[in-house]
């Protein structure tokens, strides 16, 4: 079954910075295409970035453009979110997916920014 593990959230003050892991399962995590999703507390989700399956393609909301990078390690089938600057706006539960039809969502990984 496909599952997704993330990790690496936490509570950090604005500016700060916080790396966000992935581990993927259960399909072909070479071929595929992948995401990071996010959900601020009382909101819906908003895709963050995104990731083509050879790594050659890479997108990013408006809100997060030019503070953040996404990566992939097809050795180890995981995904990665580099996150700096972080501001107040970007506090969410952070989830990675694969947009695959039939798909679940992991747990997720708090990131909280706060002073």
């Known amino acids: 079954q496909v599952q997704f593990v993330e990790s690496g959230g936490g509570l950090v003050q604005p500016g700060g910075s916080l790396r966000l892991s992935c581990a993927a399962s259960?399909?072909?995590?070479?071929?595929?295409?992948m995401y990071w999703f996010r959900q601020p507390p009382g909101k819906g989700l908003e895709e963050v970035a995104g990731?083509?399956?050879?790594?050659?393609?890479?997108n990013y909301a408006d809100s997060v453009q030019g503070r953040s990078s996404i990566s992939m390690d097809n050795s180890k089938e995981a995904l990665y979110l580099q996150m700096d600057r972080l501001q107040l706006e970007d506090t969410a539960m952070y989830y990675c997916t694969n947009k695959a039809t039939g798909g679940s969502w992991g747990q997720g990984t708090q990131v909280t920014v706060s002073s």
């Open positions: 259960g399909f072909d995590f070479s071929d595929s295409n």
């Open positions: 990731i083509n399956w050879n790594g050659n393609i890479r």
